[in-house]
Each structure stands twice: as C-alpha cells, then as structure tokens.
C-alpha cells in the first residue's frame, strides 16, 4: 500500500511541501528501499560484469555528460515545478492514467507528452540550425 501511495497527488504534495499541513515523509521510504534496491545491484553489474550486456540492447549506455548547463538546469526546474504543482510524478502518472484515469491524470499525461514531444523538436532544432534554414 505504501508504494501506492504515489499514484495520490495529496500525498506527494504532502511529502513535498515542508509546510502543507499534511506533511508526511512516508515517500521518502518508497525513494530509499528504491536506492537501497537499485545501488548495490548496478554496481554489481557495472563492476563485476556479472552480464557482459543487457538484454535488450547491444551496451550498457552510461551517461558521460559531467557539466552542469542551461539545457540541464532548465529540465531540472520544469521536472520539479510540474511535479510539485500537480502532485504527479511522470513515472506513477502513467501507471495512474491506465490503473485509475482520472481527468487530472489524463491532462498531465497528455501535458507530459506534448512537453517531450516539443523538446524533441527543439532539439533537433537547436542540433541542426542548417536543417530548418534549408527547409524554409
């Protein structure tokens, strides 16, 4: 039942708002089980090569981008406003829009997707500014 807890907005504002008067730190247990699950395992994988690749895909793909940038910054901040506003977060709203879909759910999920198919445009803009300057 506490893993479920996710999928109610009340309660991640209430984990999230140090000031709401609901405030409840139970979602902090779900997030350390998840590290205390999820660390050890990877670095089993990573270091020890116990597979020498995943399943599904040629290479483990680490992240190798150590800076901090615009790009990087601004994500953050729209990740944690979205997130904070609206209760949801992007990972138990998908699960909510298919166990229990609700309107505020199915907005935020349509909102998400619009959001991730925008950036992928820009990005895609911003990578290659020649491409849009020979297509007009």
């Known amino acids: 039942q506490l893993c479920c807890a ?3 907005c009340l309660q991640v504002i209430g984990f999230l708002s140090v ?4 405030w409840d730190l ?10 205390l699950m999820a660390l050890p395992g990877f670095q089993l994988l990573l270091r020890r090569k116990i597979i020498s690749k995943p399943y599904c895909a040629q290479d483990f793909e680490l992240p190798i981008a150590n800076k901090i940038d615009l790009q990087l910054v601004t994500g953050a ?3 944690g406003a979205g997130w ?3 209760g949801i977060c992007p ?7 298919a166990a229990m879909p609700s309107s505020q759910v199915l907005a935020f999920v349509a909102a998400m997707l619009a959001g991730m198919m925008l950036q992928g445009m820009l990005a895609g803009l911003l990578a290659n500014p020649k491409a849009e300057s020979a297509a007009a």
Do not use: E
């Not at 000031?19 to 609901?22: E, F, I, K, L, S």
């Open 19 to 22: 000031t709401h008067p609901a």
């Open 77 to 79: 901040v729209l990740f």
């Open 26 to 35: 139970t979602l902090l247990f779900v997030m350390a089980g998840a590290l």
């Open 6 to 8: 996710q999928l109610l």
């Open 84 to 86: 904070g506003l609206s």
């Open 91 to 97: 990972g138990p709203a998908v699960v909510a829009a």
